[in-house]
Nanobody, 125 residues
Framework: QVQLVESGGGLVQAGGSLTLSCAASGSTFVITINDIGWYRQAPGKQRELVAAMVRGGSPNYADSVKGRFTISRDNSKNTMYLQMNSLKPEDTAVYYC?????????????????WGQGTQVTVSS
């Protein structure tokens, strides 16, 4: 069973930086990570898309994080990242990774969608 495990959240002062990681593991079969995305949910607000990238494509960002956040991936490690710079108090939220994954089983491939467990990012003013 594929799992996405997040790490890297924490408390940082405004203007600081954090890097979130999201690693796919747990499958006994070879997996291929396709489209990826990072979302966040602040208290009392809906979950929103922060950054996304299709496999082999260019990244897209929410206007609120353009120029400050960078989404990236390391396909050899089945890991995706979100580099966050110039953090603001309004970036405070629980951050979730999401990935569309192909599980390459001997009898055929299966497409799955997985979420990370969420990691808290708190930016103090």
């Amino acid at each position: 069973q594929v799992q996405l495990v997040e790490s890297g959240g924490g408390l940082v002062q405004a203007g600081g930086s954090l890097t979130l990681s999201c690693a796919a593991s747990g499958s006994t079969f070879v997996i291929t990570i396709n489209d990826i995305g990072w979302y966040r949910q602040a208290p009392g607000k809906q979950r929103e898309l922060v950054a996304a990238m299709v496999r082999g494509g260019s990244p897209n960002y929410a206007d609120s994080v353009k120029g400050r956040f960078t989404i990236s991936r390391d396909n050899s490690k089945n890991t995706m990242y979100l580099q966050m710079n110039s953090l603001k108090p309004e970036d405070t939220a629980v951050y979730y990774c999401n990935a569309a994954i192909t599980v390459n089983q001997p009898w055929g491939s299966v497409e799955e969608n997985h979420w990370g467990q969420g990691t808290q990012v708190t930016v103090s003013s």
